[in-house]
Structure formats: C-alpha cells, structure tokens
C-alpha cells in the first residue's frame, strides 16, 4: 500500500469512531459539526501510527487519537470566536459561533475538552489502565498553561507582537507543538498496554513531534502567502491584513522553504534514536508529505 | 472541635493547597485571580470530608478536591462571559473578563479545565494509580455535555424558559449536581487507594451529593430574591430582572422552603446506606448549614 492509501485508511478509521462519540441532538449537534467538519486528522494519524511503530495495531490508539483530536476541534472552535481570532471560515465552511453562536460555540468547545479526557481515560473500555491515565495526564499537560492555551495566551496577547524567530518558535512549540507531541508520545503509549516498548521510543516520538510542529507551523505561514483559498481552507492574506508577525514576515518565503525542510529532516532522523519494532517508514513519508502540503 | 471550626480548618487546607499551583504571570495571573478569589469551597471540602467518612485523610483527598475546584472555577469564569450571563461581580470582585478581558478569560478557563484533569491525575504525586483514572473519568463525564456544559446549554438556551419544576431539576441536578457528585464520589475513591471502601459508600456518596446540590440549587433562588447583596456576593433581584424562571418563580417561597428541607433530609438519609469507617457527623452538619445559609 502506497503512503496516500495508507493515509487514507487511517483518516477513514478516525473518521468512522469520531461518528460514534455523540448524537445530533442539543449542545451535542455544535460538537459534532466542528468535530466532523473534516480536516487532516493528522494528531490522531500520527498516534496510530506511532502505535505500529512501537509494535501495536492502529486500533489499539485509535480513541487516544480520537481524544486528542477533540482537544484541537475544541482549541479550532475557541480561537475562532470573536474575543479571539474572529474568524468567519474553518475548513470551508462556517466556523462554530457562525452557525450556533457564541454562547453554544463556547460550551461546545469546553464540552469537547471534557469529552477529550473522558475519550483517553475510558479508551479501550478499559480505565483503570495506569496507560489510559499517564495518556491522560500528556495530555492535560499540553492542552493547558504550559502549552496549547499558554502558546495562543502568547499569541494573541502577551507582550504584543513576537519580534524574533526565537520568540515565535517559542509560541508555536506551545501553541502546535505540545498537542502534536502528546499525540506522538500517546501513541507509543498505547502500544505499551499489550507489550514493552523501549523508552527511547518515547523520546523519540516527542523530538518528531517538536520537529514536524516547527515545519508545519512554517508552512501554514507560508501558504497564507502562496497558496490557493479554497484549497487551504481558510483566507489567503489574512495574516499580512492582521498585520501579525509570522516566520514569513520575519523570514522571506526562501528562507521559510529552507527552515521548513530542515526542520523535516530532523523530526526524520529523531526516529532513529528509537528502538522500534515495527517500520517508521509512513512517519518519514509524513514528515515529507507535510514539508509539501497546499492544504 | 465544632462543625465551624471543622469546616475553617478544611477550607483553611485548600486555600493552602490552591496557593501552591500557579505563579503570578502571564496566563496563570488571570487563573490566579478566579482561582483564589474565595468561595465556599464546598467541593474540595466535600471530597475531604468524604474520604474521613471513608476512613481516610483529608490530606488523600486535597488534590482531588482542588481539581474539582479548578473546573468549578473555568465554569465561573465562562458562565460569567458576555456571550453567556454577562456578569460584572462574583463573590464580590469584578469577573475574570471584567479585569482581563473577554479574550484572557475565555483562556484562563480552559487552562483551567486542563489544569484540573492535570492534578487528579497527579494527585499524591502518583498518577499510574488507578484511583486517580478513576477518579479522572468520574471528573470528565461530571464535566461534560452529559453534566455541567449540558446543563449550562439548557439553561441559557435549549427550548427556552423551563416551565416545570421537573425541568428545573433535571437542568440543575446536570449543571450544579453533577459536578458535586464527582466531588463526594471523589472522595471515596481517594480513601479506596489505601483500604477497601465498600461500593455502597460511593452510592451513598453520590446520593448525598444529588439531593445537596438541588437543596443549594433552590436556596440560592431564595437568596436571589431574600438575601443582602454584600453577603451574597452579587446583585439581588438578577433573576426577576432578567425575567429567569426559578424555583422562587415556580414554588413560591414558602413551598422552596420546605423543599429545601426536604431534599436536605434526603441527603443525610442517603448517608445510612453506605458502610463507613469514619464518621459522617460532619457531613450532616454541613447539609443542614447549607440549607440556612445566607451566602
């Protein structure tokens, strides 16, 4: 099976779980119209994937996946909210408050933080499971102050526009960064239930992780700049007319295309300190894959 | 000691506990400032006194009490947004977005519900310990769109104004009863890591907790429309104000008196049927101090 194949079948296997978490009825009808609304399920991919790579199934990480890509749907549907990004379109198609409003798009997104945990710790049918909650407790780590809502604190308040490249890195390591690691680290973590799994798997899965985020962070930037609207998903220009300071802005697009493949090479070979038991080759290939994305 | 005394010395506890988790800057400011702006501290308390009754320590209960405290909390501090009740003072002080802003509270409180799954799963430094996945998932599942967030959905939305006091109930026993049932049962689980707790104290635990939360539910109706502003810590007369249906509204006031009574008559009973090792003397006592209280 070729990486595009490959991919496809992960996507549909989150895809087809995502379905059975709620039902269309009340607050869970804005939960699951942002949480369905497409998108590359990469977080969850790359659980699954990290699982096999360490030696499990794709089915053994598919809730922890799922899991985590609550947490990001819910972060999407947060920082789309007037008081935030006050963004009209995600993925094409009307973000949460435009549909629902704000008050039923804010509880959607705190629900969804809730349904993330209880996802992760009930994975498996299986709580009492000391793997469900050291996921668990990644994951709390990268979703809160020291990570994801700490990095879009930064983002769009802290001590106004980030001025270096340091500092920006700085805000993507949290604000991408950290939710990207514990998806990585989940996964390996899932395929420690039924076997050992080595240490170095670990570390390795969260250096990738570091990497890939730098990358992908790179290349949103410069896709807000190159890229195709309808393809993205989103406005095309809408950082240069927020005036915000990107890697784009500080960089120039050439050095953006070097940042973004260096970045890929070392999140590649950051998978060979692992002792792994079963192939990275689709991590690789993902890695790459994303250097690439129009989308 | 006597049951004042009792109750100071576990909030005393908690204030301690709460003290020790954030630093005064960026983000954690503003968590901060909702998180030691006071209260009752009925959850955290209610978790310690439950783990004595189950013939524990406070001590094996404070970081779970402080976790649920923490979700309380981020509810506060988004319930009070303009999108959602649109409040300027809780207990007395301006509200997160009132200091902050819309923006830095909308993150504070999800930073906030990270941070509460974080320290259940940490608690006593130990999170490979199935008491504290437990514990975790009774947490998210009390948290979630089957708890705190529907409620607060029906509440300010759903199909309008609720018209009977079935509706009323059920609304409050999600939005406020939940959470106070991940509290006591809590509590339980936390005396279970060092002894066996019988599974009838956890049933006793959350039945309690049930008929409490609807015997604080209808006082604080009353209190809307009987209590001092300066006691209660926010505005009298809001309900009637903004046209809210309350059980004052419903019942009248003589008739919520008597049902506060009852439901708290409902909560001491319901402790008899669990098999302690401690004693639940406290627990009655803090039933009965609640139905009476002014604030």
Not at 2 to 21: P, S, T
Not at 39 to 51: H, T
Not at 162 to 180: Q, R, S, V
Not at 196 to 221: H, K, M, P, S, W
Request: glycine residues 10%; charged residues 25%.
């Amino acid at each position: 099976m070729g990486f595009v194949q490959e991919m496809e079948q992960a996507r549909r296997m989150v895809e087809a779980r995502l379905l059975e978490f709620f039902i269309d009825e009340g607050l869970q009808t804005a939960m699951r119209y942002s949480l369905l609304a497409g998108g590359k399920r990469i977080r969850p991919v790359l659980a699954m994937k990290f699982c096999e790579a360490a030696g499990g199934t794709m089915e053994e990480a598919l809730d922890f996946g799922c899991g985590v890509e609550m947490l990001h749907t819910y972060s999407l549907i947060h920082d789309d909210l007037p008081c935030m990004d006050n963004d009209d379109l995600r993925r094409g198609k009307p973000t949460c408050h435009k549909v629902y409003g704000e008050c039923v798009a804010t509880l959607a997104g705190d629900a969804l933080q809730a349904a993330a945990f209880q996802t992760v710790l009930t994975a498996g049918g299986n709580w009492h499971h000391d793997g469900a909650a050291r996921a668990a407790c990644i994951l709390a780590e990268a979703a809160g102050v020291q990570g994801m809502c700490g990095g879009q604190y930064w983002d769009t308040l802290g001590d106004g526009q980030p001025h270096t490249e340091a500092e920006l890195t700085a805000i993507n390591d949290k604000k991408t960064g950290a939710l990207l690691r514990a998806a990585c680290m989940m996964g390996v973590i899932a395929a420690s239930s039924h076997r050992v799994v080595e240490d170095n798997c670990i570390v390795a899965a969260r250096d990738y992780a570091t990497n890939l985020g730098l990358a992908f962070q790179i290349r949103d930037d410069m896709l807000d700049v190159i890229g195709n609207a309808a393809e993205f998903g989103k406005p095309i220009g809408s950082d240069v007319s927020n005036e915000k300071s990107t890697y784009v802005t500080l960089l120039g697009l050439e050095t953006c295309e070097h940042r973004v493949l260096d970045y890929t090479q070392k999140a590649k070979d950051a998978l060979e300190s692992g002792a792994w038991r079963g192939s990275t080759e689709f991590l690789q290939k993902l890695a790459d894959s994303l250097a690439q994305r129009m989308n």
